[in-house]
């Protein structure tokens, strides 16, 4: 199979991709971003090594699948091999690339900043849609950078790259009329807001503490406001100045029970996500299933801690909480605050950016999720 026709079929697949951007991955194919070594990372199984020298075939194979690629662990610290380590750079899912790409729409003439050049496929796709002259994009890590230059080389783009900490944005060249944001964000960056044109759009992945990212599409209103809402379902490496680090607490546990099952939790759905991050900002959480039907739940905070655990055979959730704060009950107030909504959905809620932070809200900007006396 050709290139040409292993694009085709890979854009044949993605719903969100319209002409222009279709044209857009047949004159940058994605396997010329792709090292000769890179970690395959699969929605659906384990990850593997793909090698070019060993296997062209099956490199190719995935270079132009609907997977994401890691092409940096650790910062570039460790080998890709053995796929071990926090994974710190990648080549987007083509699915995921589309729909973000779809979302920010941008016109003919556009200027765009993007935030995290990576690989530097996605600047390149932008640059080939609106000109080498009219998209910037700012990576960190020296060497993410000069690799990215190479490849567009290849592609035959040449678009601005520029070294920096893509969180102050780049002030040269402002206002945009779109950035495009690579990594996930918990915060946004009051810089992008500020260097954007009124009627322009942030298109980001938002990657709350709590449970999974989604992404976001603010638009700026002209009074250094940003406001949007909430679209599908992400999963993005961090900012580097956001990435997060677990607390070492020395307290002793006190210990309760709950009756809510923690399963309901974490499992009701996308609304209850979005709202339970929006109330509890700074809560983490992680869970996982485990033998005989028993669930775990671990909470964290900059200051707390706390763990539940489901057990099929008993009534009652037994809690473990630490610290300041008791973050089991701050979470079952915030689920069954949801619930007495109506248990929204996810495109009830949005978010506003101000330069005094970020809120969610539910169906209108001017009902921002305040924080109730008893989670505070």
């Known amino acids: 199979m050709s290139i040409g026709e292993r694009i085709a079929a890979l854009s044949d697949q993605l719903t969100d991709l ?106 390149g796709l932008l640059a080939s849609r609106l000109g080498d002259e009219n998209v910037t994009s700012i990576e960190i890590d020296q060497a993410l950078l000069t690799t990215a230059t190479e490849h567009l080389k290849k592609a035959g ?37 500020e260097q954007i044109r009124p009627g322009g759009a942030i298109v980001l992945p938002w990657m709350p503490r709590w449970a999974g990212g989604h992404l976001v599409k603010l638009i700026a209103v002209g009074d250094g406001t940003a406001v949007g809402r909430f679209h599908g379902g992400v999963d993005f490496m961090l900012l580097r100045s956001q990435r997060w680090s677990h607390p070492r607490l020395e307290d002793v546990y006190r210990k309760s029970t709950t009756y809510l099952d923690p399963r309901r939790v974490v499992r009701s759905s996308y609304g209850a996500e979005v709202a339970i991050a929006g109330m509890l900002p700074e809560v983490y959480g992680m869970h996982e299933n485990q033998e005989g039907g028993e669930f775990h739940l671990s909470l964290w905070s900059a200051d707390s801690d706390a763990q539940v655990h489901y057990a099929p055979d008993y009534k009652g959730v037994a809690i473990l909480q630490r610290g300041p704060r008791d973050l089991w009950n701050e979470l079952e107030a915030a689920y069954l605050r949801w619930v007495s909504w109506g248990s929204p959905h996810k495109d009830r809620f949005g978010m506003t950016v101000t330069s005094e932070g970020q809120h969610i809200w539910l169906d209108s900007p001017d009902h921002s999720l305040a924080v109730p006396v008893e989670l505070r």
Do not use: M
Not at 158 to 179: F, I, N, W
């Open 157 to 193: 783009l040449s678009p601005r790259l520029v070294l920096g900490d893509g969180a102050k944005g780049r002030r040269e060249g402002a206002p945009y009329d779109r950035v495009h944001v690579t990594c996930g964000v918990r915060e946004v960056p009051y810089a992008w807001v």
């Open 18 to 123: 319209d002409d222009e951007w279709r044209d857009a991955f047949h004159a940058v194919p994605r396997h010329l971003f792709i090292p000769d070594k890179a970690w395959c990372h699969p929605d659906d199984g384990p990850g593997f090594l793909i090698d070019r020298t060993a296997d062209p075939e099956k490199w190719l194979d995935v270079a132009y699948s609907n997977t994401a690629i890691v092409t940096q662990i650790d910062d570039g610290a460790t080998e890709l091999e053995h796929g071990q380590g926090d994974y710190t750079s990648s080549t987007s899912a083509p699915g995921v690339v589309a729909a973000e790409l779809t979302l920010l729409d941008p016109y003919d003439g556009d200027e765009v900043l993007e935030i995290g050049t990576g690989t530097g496929w996605t600047a």
